[in-house]
DNA sequence: CGTCTATTTGAATGTACTCAAAAGCGGTGG
DNA sequence: CCACCGCTTTTGAGTACATTCAAATAGACG
């Protein structure tokens, strides 16, 4: 595989921030003053539960996953990450606390990455940067609003295949454990879905 | 009960957006200017499943309920809405398709609505604003993460406690139905949780 | 008091989990 | 190339969680 440049990496951010707001060549450099770089191999931590959230990253290439630890030590997936998207535990980044939940790359990933500090100083200085983040949010939160009207709403079956029909390759990209997990139901349970299903 | 007048409402709905960010007088009455009052009887439905919603609402007083029925006939409760708060179907508002969801009044409740167009032009006159819903949409999007950890990884009577530990008044606001419906689990069930807990 | 709805109770059923064991599937090293 | 290791998935049995349906009870309201 060919080595991307930084820059390569950087024309990436910029052109998933074009796609919400219009910015001039100027503001496109100093917005990306404000990310560093950061690859991280498989299966490396980039967030441990109990750890401070530090940085909110965008995702230039890779493939990563959150979850959460109970006390029973059974894993819960909150979110994945593709690139082009965006990744951390909110709350703790906004808060500054401990975090509730991991953050492990599931391949080698490339992020670029942006403090709480440098992301208020950012959107003072861009102001239009807060309303980038602003339409960010309000699709995330559409997004998960639907998750939790399918959790609530939906027994584990159905949920399984209203997954297989958003996402189709997702089988070839994630062990089945990690997708028994975000639907929340155990690996034992999904496997017994997918036999009934194969059945027809 | 007296009467309030519509100026105190518009003091409720700018004392919250203060509490965000600042704004000096002439910004207020401008602000204020893109809200309208809107009153609803208890039991009034504010959106209907399959409309689409044209408003988002900030709650001056009262208590509104969002939900979802599904294909057996079975409600599935969303979000409560208190004074203070706001509601709407983001989906629905933000892409004007039709809504998942009914909202509807549980008691005679005061309204501040503002539809999309006039809320984009609030926010390019006044880019504060821009701010201020982002901050919001954050503040929502950390509960509703939360809130979808816990469906996902806590059984039916841990969801029950949590929840009344975060709302100890809960039960008296509300019938048990409707907690039911928002813990993702039958009247019957929880029924039987309450019996399972009293016993101790 | 009567009516309507909400809650409780009980029994039967279905959904989902635990535990344990077996089978499958890469890698790694001999 | 095969044997072995570690991890994932499958299978099966037993149990717990949660639902459905139906009937009884309790509360709220005119």
């Given at each position: 595989m060919q080595e991307q440049t930084p820059k390569r990496y950087y024309d990436n951010l910029v052109r998933h921030i074009e796609s919400r707001i219009s910015l001039d060549s100027e503001e496109k450099d100093y917005i990306c003053s404000f990310f560093r770089l950061r690859k991280l191999l498989s299966k490396q931590y980039l967030l441990a539960q109990g750890?401070?959230?530090?940085y909110d990253h965008y995702v230039c290439e890779g493939f990563l996953r959150s979850f959460y630890v109970d006390g029973n030590g059974n894993e819960h997936t909150l979110h994945f990450a593709l690139e082009d998207w965006w990744i951390s535990d909110l709350n703790s980044f906004l808060?500054?606390?401990?975090?509730?939940r991991n953050i492990i790359t599931l391949d080698a990933s490339v992020l670029l990455q942006i403090d709480l500090e440098n992301r208020e100083k950012l959107m003072e200085n861009v102001p239009k940067m807060e309303r980038f983040w602003r339409i960010l949010n309000e699709n995330s939160s559409m997004a998960q609003d639907q998750r939790l009207l399918d959790t609530i709403s939906m027994p584990g079956k159905d949920r399984y295949l209203a997954l297989l029909d958003r996402y189709p390759h997702i089988e070839q990209r994630l062990p089945q454990k990690h997708i028994a997990s975000f639907l929340g139901i155990t690996p034992v349970f999904l496997s017994q879905i997918r036999k009934g299903i194969a059945k027809r």
């Open positions: 750890d401070i959230c530090r808060k500054q606390q401990p975090a509730s």
